[in-house]
Every structure is written in C-alpha cells, then in structure tokens.
C-alpha cells in the first residue's frame, strides 16, 4: 500500500510568488490534514477535509493560503502571493476512521526568499 | 487549550544507555496521546499512542510511554539507545472525541553517540 505522497519535496520561491503543494493521502482515507512547522517551532495544524469538505479550517494563517480537496482524493494548498514567514515544512496526513493513527507524508520544504 | 510542552529541544546520549524524552500535555479532557518520530528526510512516523486502558503503552522499536494523569506527563523511554535511534521525537495531545486534530510539541532531538 502506498503511503502519503507529497509533491514538491522542495521549493525554493521569491516573494509573491505563488506555489502549489500537492498531497495525495492513502487510497480510500476519508480524512486528510495539513500541518505545517515553521523553523525550530511546532508542527501547527491548517485544516482538516473530510472527503472533499473542509470539516476544520481554523488554522489557516491567513487568505493567501487556499487549500482544495477536489472529487475526495487529492489535496492542494496553494500559497499566493508567498511571504518570507510562509517558510517552513509542510506535512500532510491522511487517516480513515477517527484517531489519526500517523499516516503522515514526507513533507515539502518551502522556502520564500 | 489544549498544549504540549517537550522539555529538551537536544537530547545526547551513549549508544546503549536509557533514552527519556520528557512530555507534559494541558487538556481539559481525557487526552489521547502520542510520540512520533521523523527521521532524516522521512515523514513523521507513529511510535505509539494512549487512548485509554493501560497506561504504559509500548511502541515500535522498544520504545516505551507511560500516561500520568497526576503528573500530566507522557515520557517517552527506551532502556538501551541504538545508533539508529538518531531522530527528531515529537509528541502531540488531541481531544479525541471531539477531533483528530493534533497539537504537537516543539520536537526534541536526540543523538546517539557510539
């Protein structure tokens, strides 16, 4: 089975930019998470789909970030214009059922210079 | 509100030696708790988890935690570090019930000296 798949594994983008990072969760995972840690600070969560609605959003930092989940099965989070803070790891997660059980990706590593 | 807080951001240690990452959580409800791990260039990987029963929960790769409900702890252990042990160590509080969101620490890294 394959596991969360995320793409790009790095980005390296000027300011006002815009980048789109893709999360493909397990085939058949209902729930799908971003996270992000910013450099040396916690892994902060950004919102949850279940399906291809936005059960949570309340830790989205602000609207330059637009996050879509289109028919269920991949996510985007697409980030314009890009600012320095938006530096930093951003994970996705995918879990079937309740109590996320780690099926965490690999991350993208954003940089905004 | 619910936070986590990992005392030690570096951790060394000698390889064979006791492993203890610390962790207290904030809840107001009976937490569910877990340790991950993430490796060089890899995704964040479930060590282990307490939801509720027993309170010393036994993960992946002789890792050990116990929930202190007294305390507000959920150290992480192992009895005898192994070189590849060599990671980042985070440990996260959710509610559970009410949501799969996770609250995480600020991580601790450990290193394994030979």
């Known amino acids: 089975e394959a596991g969360v798949t995320q793409f790009p594994s790095h980005s390296v983008i000027e300011k006002g930019q815009t980048v789109t990072l893709r999360c493909d969760p397990i085939?058949?995972?209902?729930?799908l998470y971003w996270y992000r840690r910013v450099m040396g600070k916690e892994i902060k969560f950004l919102l949850h789909?279940?399906?291809?609605?936005?059960?949570?959003e309340s830790g989205m930092p602000n609207n330059r970030f637009l996050a879509e989940r289109t028919g269920g099965t991949y996510s985007t989070l697409k980030v314009q214009p890009a600012e320095l803070e938006d530096s930093g790891v951003y994970f996705c997660?995918?879990?079937?059922?309740?109590?996320?059980?780690?099926?965490f990706g690999s991350g993208t590593r954003l940089t905004v210079v | 509100a619910q936070s986590v807080t990992q005392l030690g951001s570096h951790v060394s240690v000698s390889e064979g030696a006791l492993v203890l990452l610390r962790c207290n959580y904030s809840?107001?409800?009976?937490?569910?708790l877990f340790w991950y791990v993430q490796y060089p260039n890899q995704g964040l990987q479930l060590l282990l988890k307490?939801?509720?029963?027993?309170?010393l929960v036994k993960g992946i790769n002789g890792f050990e935690a116990e929930f202190k409900k007294s305390e507000t702890s959920f150290h992480l252990t192992k009895p005898s570090a192994h070189m590849s042990d060599a990671a980042e160590y985070f440990c996260?509080?959710?509610?559970?019930?009410?949501?799969?969101?996770?609250?995480f620490g600020t991580g601790t890294r450990l290193q394994v000296f030979p």
């Open positions: 997660a995918s879990s079937q059922g309740t109590a996320l059980t780690g099926a």
């Open positions: 085939s058949g995972h209902d729930n």
């Open positions: 789909f279940v399906k291809e609605s936005k059960q949570d």
């Open positions: 809840s107001s409800v009976p937490p569910y």
């Open positions: 307490y939801t509720t029963g027993a309170t």
């Open positions: 996260a509080v959710s509610d559970g019930e009410n949501t799969d969101k996770l609250i």
